[in-house]
């Protein structure tokens, strides 16, 4: 690999081990919020894993993944293409997969903002991804900042989800079901 090459994967190292690290920390607390909905017993609540919850984690690891991947001593831009392109294309896979699921699952009916979270977003990242992994042995910076930017989103993606997953939970939780409501006199 050319020298201008390796000094764009360096002058990224010190961005891809805080979205690396970050990503790491939230994969763990995402064990939190699924302890929180087994805790709690909802019905319905596996579909509902396997659709919202288990797809946060691996947008989580997805950034990790590619963190340690850009963090690698890469010696050609073409291979370190082909190993992200390989992610992005799983990625995408993934993505269409979760889509699938949301429209089959009966657990909860999906509002526009969970297809564009859950659905949309996430593709559209790993689609970036594929993309940028494709044009970094030509134009290796450009596709630096557009890996970066997947990368965030799915972070981003990964912290709207987990908070929406967690007060759905807590909403669930107050709101008294058929049968449970008390009456005072």
């Not at 763990?28 to 019905?43: A, D, E, H």
């Not at 319905?44 to 963090?71: D, M, N, Q, W, Y």
């Not at 290796?140 to 930017?149: R, V």
Request: charged residues 10%; aromatic residues 10%; negative net charge.
């Amino acid at each position: 690999m050319h020298e201008g090459a390796l000094s764009v994967l360096t002058a990224w190292s010190n961005f891809y081990v805080i979205t690396g690290s970050s990503a790491g920390a939230l994969t763990g607390l995402m064990f939190v919020v699924i302890t929180l909905v087994v805790g709690n017993r909802m019905p319905g609540k596996r579909e509902g894993i396997g659709t919202f919850s288990t797809p946060t984690v691996v947008h989580f690891c997805s950034a990790l993944l590619v963190s340690a991947i850009l963090s690698a001593p890469w010696r050609s831009l073409v291979d370190l293409g082909l190993v992200l392109g390989l992610t992005g294309l799983c990625g995408v896979a993934y993505a269409l997969l979760v889509t699938y699921r949301t429209q089959r699952q009966s657990a909860y009916e999906p509002e526009v903002d969970d297809w564009v979270w859950y659905a949309m977003l996430p593709f559209v990242a790993y689609v970036a991804l594929l993309l940028a992994a494709i044009r970094l042995p030509a134009a290796p910076s450009e596709a630096m900042f557009a890996l970066g930017g997947a990368v965030l989103l799915l972070i981003f993606i990964g912290i709207h989800n987990a908070w929406d997953i967690v007060t759905y939970v807590v909403v669930e939780m107050q709101e008294p079901k058929n049968g449970d409501e008390h009456t005072t006199n």
